[in-house]
């Protein structure tokens, strides 16, 4: 049974700011008292935005620890925040996961000698503990402490304010693309030619050496593309490519900014070689992010599924382009698509890969490698064991049909 009391919760702020975010939008505390270190405490007023974000609107009052604060400064601070509580007539509860073990010690310990309610929020088995040092955390959360009550109330964009701020925009709708990355994925002797029509010796650009002013991508608009019939039409449908004549090209609709821009040097250069980077992109290898999303969404596990969307921080900080993201119940699920590559390629990725990772969602992140084209059997064993040891899961073609595949483990 739950009782429905006004509650003010009590918690450590460390860099894993899930485990901070979870029980305020479980409990939904009228107060949240906030106990940081100075190199914490910028990520408090965070999860109270997130939190916001979701729904849950709650008021924070910040406690400010030493840099390495001591069991009994914690234990002190929480007693604090105990009776600040108690005095508004709102119910203790302390959250002892955060911070340093001397931290989570010191808060355990004020929960205990005050016999209020405490939970430890157990990331790996999504559940909250119950403390035991006061009344029963069933009476606030009901019988079920697992995070699946609360998972309606996550999205990507409440996970990322929370980590920092994080702001995913976008996300583009991969189904008009679905027919062409299908075939592709299909027909390998297929797509071979087309990464060649794109990034072969006689291709577009070759090397992946893509044009670096207006006057050099007006020329490119200008060459035909050397589809095979069937690619060139799905493409044409998707808005990959466009005809002039007979032949396939670029799409054309930015040829009179390129054009401004080579003789007045006026306008957007980066939106006038958007669309153009786009089809370039997609053709050479980027198709296959298309069907990775499309597996992931077929198999039912990930909830706000995006693709391509952009992830920046603070308001002057760089936009980075995600393959993949999504949620996999109150955890990121983030996915980097790679056509192929070198196995020293590879092995470096998965250190970018989990460092973008944990950016967005924390150390509490599922990552996944997804490669199209297959390595040598000793490289993807020795990229296979790297992956392993960082709790990567390397998604390969012949895994798309296996529903169980995303599945943890």
Same mark, same amino acid.
């Given at each position: 049974?739950?009782?429905?009391?006004?509650?003010?919760?009590?918690?450590? &702020?460390?860099?894993?700011?899930?485990?901070?975010?979870?029980? =305020? /939008?479980?409990?939904? #505390?009228? @107060? =949240?008292?906030?106990?940081?270190?100075?190199?914490?405490?910028?990520? +408090?007023?965070?999860?109270?935005?997130?939190?916001? @974000?979701?729904?849950?609107?709650?008021?924070?009052?910040?406690?400010?620890?030493?840099?390495?604060?001591?069991?009994?400064?914690?234990?002190?601070?929480?007693?604090?925040?105990?009776?600040?509580?108690?005095?508004? !007539?709102?119910?203790?509860?302390?959250?002892?996961?955060?911070?340093?073990?001397?931290?989570?010690?010191?808060?355990?310990?004020?929960?205990?000698?005050?016999?209020?309610?405490?939970?430890?929020? *157990?990331? *790996?088995?999504?559940?909250?503990?119950?403390?035991?040092?006061?009344?029963?955390?069933?009476?606030?959360?009901?019988?079920?402490?697992?995070?699946?009550?609360?998972?309606? *109330?996550?999205?990507?964009?409440? &996970?990322?304010?929370?980590?920092?701020? @994080?702001?995913?925009?976008? !996300?583009?709708? $991969?189904? +008009?693309?679905?027919?062409?990355?299908?075939?592709?994925?299909?027909?390998?002797?297929?797509?071979?030619?087309? $990464?060649?029509?794109?990034?072969?010796?006689?291709?577009?650009?070759?090397?992946?050496?893509? #044009?670096?002013?207006?006057?050099? $991508?007006?020329?490119? /608009?200008?060459?035909?593309?050397?589809?095979?019939? +069937?690619?060139?039409?799905?493409?044409?449908?998707? !808005?990959?490519?466009?005809?002039?004549?007979?032949?396939?090209?670029?799409?054309?609709?930015?040829?009179?900014?390129?054009?401004?821009?080579?003789?007045?040097?006026?306008?957007?250069?980066?939106?006038? &070689?958007?669309?153009?980077?786009?089809?370039?992109? %997609?053709?050479?290898?980027?198709?296959?992010?298309?069907? =990775?999303?499309?597996?992931?969404?077929?198999?039912?596990? %990930?909830?706000?599924?995006? $693709?391509?969307?952009?992830?920046?921080?603070?308001?002057?900080?760089?936009?980075?382009?995600? *393959?993949? &993201?999504?949620?996999?119940?109150?955890?990121?699920?983030?996915? +980097?698509?790679?056509?192929?590559?070198?196995?020293?390629?590879?092995?470096?990725?998965?250190?970018?890969?989990?460092?973008?990772?944990?950016?967005?969602?924390?150390? %509490?992140?599922?990552?996944?490698?997804?490669?199209?084209?297959?390595?040598?059997?000793?490289?993807?064993?020795?990229?296979?064991?790297?992956?392993?040891?960082?709790?990567?899961?390397?998604?390969?073609?012949?895994?798309?049909?296996? #529903?169980?595949?995303?599945?943890?483990?």
């Amino acid at each position: 049974m739950v009782f429905f009391v006004k509650t003010a919760l009590i918690q450590l &702020i460390s860099e894993q700011t899930m485990q901070n975010l979870l029980p =305020v /939008l479980a409990l939904k #505390p009228d @107060k =949240v008292f906030h106990l940081s270190t100075p190199k914490m405490s910028a990520r +408090s007023p965070n999860i109270v935005e997130a939190a916001k @974000k979701a729904r849950v609107d709650t008021v924070l009052d910040d406690f400010y620890l030493s840099e390495m604060p001591r069991i009994n400064e914690v234990s002190e601070a929480v007693m604090q925040s105990i009776d600040q509580a108690r005095n508004l !007539g709102l119910n203790p509860v302390v959250n002892f996961t955060g911070g340093t073990k001397l931290m989570s010690i010191g808060a355990y310990e004020a929960a205990m000698r005050e016999q209020v309610s405490s939970l430890y929020v *157990d990331t *790996d088995h999504r559940e909250f503990l119950d403390g035991g040092t006061g009344g029963k955390l069933k009476t606030l959360l009901g019988d079920n402490l697992g995070f699946e009550p609360i998972q309606k *109330d996550l999205t990507l964009d409440v &996970i990322g304010l929370a980590n920092g701020g @994080k702001k995913i925009n976008g !996300g583009g709708n $991969w189904k +008009s693309f679905l027919a062409l990355a299908q075939y592709l994925f299909d027909s390998p002797d297929v797509e071979d030619q087309v $990464w060649d029509a794109i990034h072969g010796k006689q291709g577009l650009c070759p090397g992946g050496k893509e #044009p670096r002013d207006a006057s050099n $991508w007006l020329e490119l /608009l200008n060459i035909n593309i050397n589809l095979p019939g +069937s690619v060139g039409e799905l493409a044409l449908k998707a !808005g990959i490519i466009c005809k002039v004549g007979s032949v396939f090209r670029l799409p054309q609709e930015t040829r009179h900014s390129l054009e401004t821009l080579a003789k007045e040097k006026i306008g957007n250069y980066f939106s006038a &070689i958007r669309p153009l980077q786009f089809s370039l992109a %997609f053709l050479s290898g980027a198709w296959w992010e298309v069907v =990775v999303a499309d597996a992931a969404e077929r198999c039912q596990r %990930f909830n706000d599924l995006r $693709w391509s969307v952009n992830v920046s921080g603070s308001q002057n900080s760089a936009v980075r382009e995600e *393959d993949i &993201i999504g949620l996999d119940g109150v955890q990121v699920a983030y996915f +980097s698509c790679k056509r192929g590559g070198q196995k020293q390629r590879l092995l470096s990725q998965l250190d970018e890969l989990n460092n973008r990772a944990q950016s967005i969602g924390g150390r %509490f992140t599922r990552r996944f490698l997804a490669v199209y084209k297959h390595l040598a059997e000793k490289p993807a064993a020795e990229l296979q064991r790297r992956a392993s040891e960082m709790g990567v899961k390397i998604i390969k073609p012949e895994d798309l049909n296996n #529903p169980s595949f995303f599945a943890e483990g």
